[in-house]
């Protein structure tokens, strides 16, 4: 007998779906589903006071342009200001100056630990309020 043959007591094959050749299906860049693309304070790109900023330049500074700390403190942050949340006059003086901050960061000017232990709190924070409103989201719908 060969593996050609079939036996005279197998089961006969379900009948199978018709072929459909596979479909990409983009929802967008990673950084614009996450926080929202077009907004005074997306990540387009960063400039001082003024323009279109990207406002957490002392978080890149201190965790890095790509580090999810970054992007979530700088969602946050637009979060609190544009719904005048509680502390929305500090993300007015941070994005007066901010910027600034952050350069003489870099540059060697100011130390970072007590700035880092200051942003490991916001962190948190978003961290919290970020999850508070999703739980609130999924119970609500």
């Known amino acids: 007998m060969s593996l050609t043959d079939k036996a005279a007591d197998s089961k006969p094959s379900t009948p199978r779906k018709p072929y459909t050749s596979p479909r990409l299906m983009s929802y967008g860049h990673v950084k614009d589903i996450i926080q929202g693309g077009g907004g005074k304070k997306s990540d387009a790109a ?11 330049w002392i978080a890149e500074q201190l965790y890095g342009v790509d580090d999810p700390r970054t992007w979530l403190l700088r969602a946050w942050l637009a979060r609190v200001y544009d719904e005048r949340g509680r ?3 500090f ?17 060697g000017y100011l130390p970072r630990a007590p700035f880092r232990v200051v942003f490991d ?3 948190e924070r978003a961290f919290d309020a970020s999850a508070l409103v999703v739980t609130t989201r999924r119970l609500g719908a």
């Open 46 to 56: 960063g400039t001082p006071p003024g323009g279109n900023s990207k406002s957490c």
């Open 121 to 123: 709190a916001l962190v």
């Open 87 to 89: 502390g929305w006059r």
């Open 91 to 107: 993300v007015a003086v941070y994005d007066r100056y901010g910027f600034a901050t952050a350069q003489a960061i870099a540059r």
